[in-house]
């Protein structure tokens, strides 16, 4: 099931403003310093021309987890309006009428003459 542009749109703007409200988030910008300062620690005594081959592949590894995320995610919202959509077609039962169907199908009992249930 393809989704309308203006759809898939939308979805691009709500990522892309929730990202940049993740970007601004006080604890995560928190987590980022103390990782850049773990970063530099560990290649304090690197040789420097070893580390921009390491930072590439990093770049790559990260690039490649983000697209995976999105990808994830589009496939969520997907999923979740499919759901939705299946849902208004063909809504579920209210409880009085899952009573009702219920109460259709129980099985009837029958009692022998000493009042014992067959």
């Known amino acids: 099931m393809e989704f309308?542009?203006?759809?898939?749109?939308?979805i691009q703007?709500?990522?892309d403003h929730v990202s940049a409200r993740i970007e601004r988030h006080p604890e995560l910008r928190r987590c980022r310093d103390e990782e850049g300062s773990?970063?530099?620690?560990?290649?304090?005594?690197?040789?420097?021309t070893q580390l921009p081959a390491f930072?590439?592949?990093e770049d790559k590894q990260h690039f490649t987890r983000a697209l995976e995320n999105e990808r994830l995610y589009l496939?969520?919202?997907?999923?979740?309006?499919q759901l939705v959509f299946a849902l208004l077609?063909?809504?579920?039962?209210?409880?009085?009428?899952?009573?009702?169907?219920?109460?259709?199908?129980?099985?009837?009992?029958?009692?022998?003459e000493d009042g014992a249930e067959l």
Do not use: C, I, Y
């Open 55 to 57: 930072m590439e592949w």
């Open 13 to 15: 703007r709500r990522l």
């Open 4 to 10: 309308p542009l203006w759809f898939q749109n939308a």
């Open 38 to 48: 773990a970063f530099q620690a560990m290649f304090s005594g690197v040789e420097m």
């Open 75 to 81: 496939q969520g919202m997907r999923d979740g309006a």
């Open 89 to 112: 077609a063909d809504p579920l039962p209210s409880g009085d009428e899952l009573l009702a169907r219920s109460k259709k199908t129980e099985p009837t009992t029958v009692k022998s």
